[in-house]
């Protein structure tokens, strides 16, 4: 989803892996100074009692798990691990992490949660952008222990644990000639994409993710430990497109489909050929309904112009023709980025691509066809807000048009999200990084007015996308439930109190029911 990074972007990426070290030597040093304060060198806490509490409940934990999970605190590589994510932005620090190993000891902590009352986090891969998502200044659960993939190959499954991120899953299968529908870049956790919804390279042909999921094994609130199938209608509704308002998920049993080498990579476009690529882009969705083929046009803002990185798949190992020439013959395009190549080897490459600066906020703006006047206000809105953010300390200003079929939502039963499965609605992505931590509140709103200007421009093209759902993994933490669940947030939140009673999903971040 994110900036593919070409030659030309090298000295950016050197200079960003500098500043990661430079970054991880301060959250050490930040650790061990709360490390000091939590063995009580502070005098603050004994009086107003917050840490203390939390403290007390990490020993309980402590005390309660098996010799399968752990706790640990500031100042062991575990907790540093346990607490980091993607964007530091969205890194808190929690008084203690617990590392649990099985179903029951994450039982065990939720009630300890619970019954104490403790702000929590749940941590797959720890990739959502939203302060507080899957972090917390209380107590950080990360699931990194569950990570076996066990391949069935007479069901055609896979068992796979929410600790994982995508390219350990292709790793597996690999092997078996197998894949799933699952992450485009490497990091991206397991959990989150797959309980949000999960835009794949193969969405076209299978749906998103959460419509390849056969079963769950669900740590209720209550610390109950169950499998859930499609024979539990509410939960199986509730959990495709509900993240963590049912639970803590220990274990997703996805579909498998066989898999070969694919045809994918970047192609680089200049600035000088946008018009030429946006009529491109328009005629693609427009004519091509072969579901093994997929593009993700992700416009930069780059040393004050917009340039187009273009990822292209097609899933077998040579695309047939009349699908992807018109690209590859724009004036000054490169392809000598596109590869037959395993699905692990475009993820992976695709990583390079995703550079974490310090700060980053996502938002998406609902299409459902990209037609040139569409492409052309996303060009104009990068140009715009790149000239503008730039000066506030912006490093990434980008607008990924991610094109699928109008069938990709067909393919499942109805459940959280999307709200509304008649028609797909494909997000444009926008996506910014920036260095000052005090720009948070105009690249917050700059990312709300930019939406709002393509939704405006969308509906202005004629396309109903007023109340049309917003993908719930690319939203604002403050988006309004409403604009992600639609219709359905009354039965959700039914749902959720019908499970959760005592509201002890409530102590954890996320969009709540
Ligand atoms: C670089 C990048 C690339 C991306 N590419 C894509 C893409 O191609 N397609 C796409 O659809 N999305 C993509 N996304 C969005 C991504 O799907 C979400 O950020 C997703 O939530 C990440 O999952 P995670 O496990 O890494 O996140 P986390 O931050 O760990 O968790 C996200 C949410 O899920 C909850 N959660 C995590 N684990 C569990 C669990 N075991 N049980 C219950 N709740 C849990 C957390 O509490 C949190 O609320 C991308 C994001 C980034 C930053
Ligand atoms: C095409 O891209 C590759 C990889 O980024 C680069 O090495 C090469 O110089 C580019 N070719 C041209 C003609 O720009
Ligand atoms: C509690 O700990 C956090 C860090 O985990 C720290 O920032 C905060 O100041 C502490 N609160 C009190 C009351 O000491
Ligand atoms: C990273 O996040 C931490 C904790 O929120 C903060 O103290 C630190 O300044 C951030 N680092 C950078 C480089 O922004
Ligand atoms: C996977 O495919 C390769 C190449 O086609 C083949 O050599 C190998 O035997 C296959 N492996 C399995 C387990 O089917
Ligand atoms: C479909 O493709 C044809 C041939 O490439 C092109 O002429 C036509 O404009 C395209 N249709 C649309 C609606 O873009
Ligand atoms: C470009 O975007 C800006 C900001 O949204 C808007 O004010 C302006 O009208 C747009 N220009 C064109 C030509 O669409
Ligand atoms: C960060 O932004 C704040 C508020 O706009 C500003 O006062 C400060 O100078 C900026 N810092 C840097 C390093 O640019
Ligand atoms: C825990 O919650 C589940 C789901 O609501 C319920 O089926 C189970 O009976 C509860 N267990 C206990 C011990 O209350």
Redesign the pocket.
Known sequence: MPPAVQERDIQKLIFLLY?HYV?MA??RL?SAILFASVLGLSHAQTSSGGNNTVLTTCQSIANAISSASSVFYPGSPNYVADISHWA??S???AVCSVEPGTADDVGAILRILGSSRTSFGVKGGGHSPNPGFSSTKGVEISMARFSEVTYHESSQTVDIGPGLVWENVYAALEPHNVSVVGGRISGVGVSGFTLGGGLSYKANEHGLALDNVQAYELVFPNGTVATVTSADEDLWFGLRGGFNNFGIVTKFTLKTFPQTKIWGGTIAIPSSSLDAAAGAIASYQANVTDPKATINAQFLYASGEVILDLVVFYDAPTPPPGIFEDFLSIPGANASLVSTRTILELVQFEANAAPAE??ILLNASPVKSFTKPIIESVINETKFWGDRLTPESATIVANIVEVFLPSMFSHGPPSAYPPDRSITIAPINLYLGW?N?SATNTMHDALVQSAAQMKAVTIGDGQDVENAAIYTNYALGDAPLESLYGGNVQRLHEIKVKYDPDNVMGLTGGFKF
Do not use: F, W
């Open positions: 500043r970054d301060v959250l930040t530091n932005s890194t808190e620090n310090p700060n260095t931590s």
